[in-house]
C-alpha cells in the first residue's frame, strides 16, 4: 500500500524559508515521478514544482527561483525547499507520486 506523508509546514513570516519534506513508503520510489502541489481556499489544487526519475524539474511560473525540488530515491524523500516566501503561497501542500498517489498534506502559513 502506497503511503506518502508530508511534513515541514508551519507558520513563518514574509521572506522566510521552509523545506517540506515527503517520505514514501510501499513503492519503489525511484522509478516515478513526484512532486508538491498546493491548495488555497476556493482555489484549485495547483502543481508547485515537479521532479521526474531522471531528476528534470518543472515549476510553477509564480515559485520559479524561489523553490527548489529535489529527490533522495535511497531515502524515498522529495524535498521542497522554499525561500523568499510570500503570503499567496500560504496553502495546504500536497505530496505526489505518479498519477495518482497523494498524501494528506502539510500547512504553510506566511504571515506577518
Known amino acids: 500500500q502506497v503511503q506518502l506523508v508530508e511534513s515541514g509546514g508551519e507558520m513563518v513570516q514574509p521572506g522566510g524559508s521552509l523545506r517540506l519534506t515527503c517520505v514514501a513508503s510501499g513503492i519503489i520510489f525511484r522509478i516515478s515521478t513526484t512532486g508538491w502541489y498546493r491548495q488555497s481556499p476556493g482555489k484549485l489544487r495547483e502543481l508547485v514544482a515537479e521532479?521526474?526519475?531522471?531528476?528534470?524539474?518543472n515549476y510553477a511560473d509564480s515559485v520559479k527561483g524561489r523553490f527548489t525540488i529535489s529527490r533522495d530515491n535511497a531515502k524515498n524523500t522529495v524535498y521542497l525547499q522554499m525561500n523568499s516566501l510570500k503570503p499567496e503561497d500560504t496553502a495546504v501542500y500536497y505530496c505526489?507520486?505518479?498519477?495518482?498517489?497523494w498524501g494528506k498534506g502539510t500547512l504553510v502559513t506566511v504571515s506577518s
Open positions: 505526489k507520486y505518479g498519477a495518482t498517489n
Open positions: 521532479i521526474t526519475s531522471g531528476y528534470r524539474t
